[in-house]
């Protein structure tokens, strides 16, 4: 009776486990992965997500990024190395901030600085510019247009 039982117990220890270990997995199959790619000739930062590419930002203006000496491409693919970072922390530190002739720009704030995602664009409020990424990149959707950085 006491073998019997010592069996039942080992084998819901191994089932349990065996559980665990596969919902991990699963959770990381649907965990979203930027990368930059190309929409046309355009770069752009796009999302893996259940095997749907979603294009979250269009970088088309080559020398937007003149000032920090970046074209487009390497800007798309450095914003879409931060985005993977920041899905460890649900993107919190995604935020507001002031470029040096006081633009506002998107960031990510890490390790004390604010790492630039991109200006925001002339007009628009910086507020509603972080929560129209934020809605692109926390739940990315194949029906929303990419942010287009001219």
Request: with cysteine; charged share 10%; aromatic share 8%.
């Amino acid at each position: 009776m006491k073998i019997l039982s010592l069996t039942s117990i080992v084998t819901t220890i191994v089932i349990s486990f065996l559980n665990l270990s596969i919902s991990d997995l699963s959770a990381k199959a649907q965990t979203p992965n930027f990368f930059c790619g190309k929409i046309g000739s355009i770069p752009a930062t796009i999302v893996n997500k259940q095997g749907n590419n979603i294009p979250i930002i269009l970088w088309s203006a080559n020398n937007y990024f003149a000032q920090s000496g970046e074209d487009a491409l390497t800007r798309c693919t450095r914003v879409s190395g931060i985005l993977s970072t920041q899905q460890r922390n649900k993107y919190q530190n995604i935020t507001v901030g002031t470029y040096k002739q006081g633009q506002p720009i998107i960031c990510a704030a890490i390790g004390g600085y604010c790492r630039l995602l991109y200006q925001v664009p002339h007009g628009q409020n910086p507020q509603q510019a972080q929560q129209e990424l934020l809605r692109r990149v926390v739940n990315p959707q194949p029906n929303l247009p990419p942010i287009t950085i001219y």
